[in-house]
């Protein structure tokens, strides 16, 4: 119990990693808006609502 660090640094990769993947989406995301703007709209309103 005088060891938490290991967890802690463990769970900071995987927020990073999340973060990252949040990233490559969103630029996924926008490439993709620019291309098919109306379809776009579905899209956010989709993932906004999960």
């Known amino acids: 119990m005088t060891t938490p660090t290991p967890h802690l640094s463990g769970s900071a990769d995987a927020a990073s990693r999340r973060e990252r993947q949040t990233q490559q989406m969103q ?4 490439q993709f808006a620019d291309e098919t703007p109306d379809v776009t709209a579905a899209v956010l309103v989709t993932r906004d609502g999960l």
């Open 27 to 30: 630029s996924l995301l926008k």
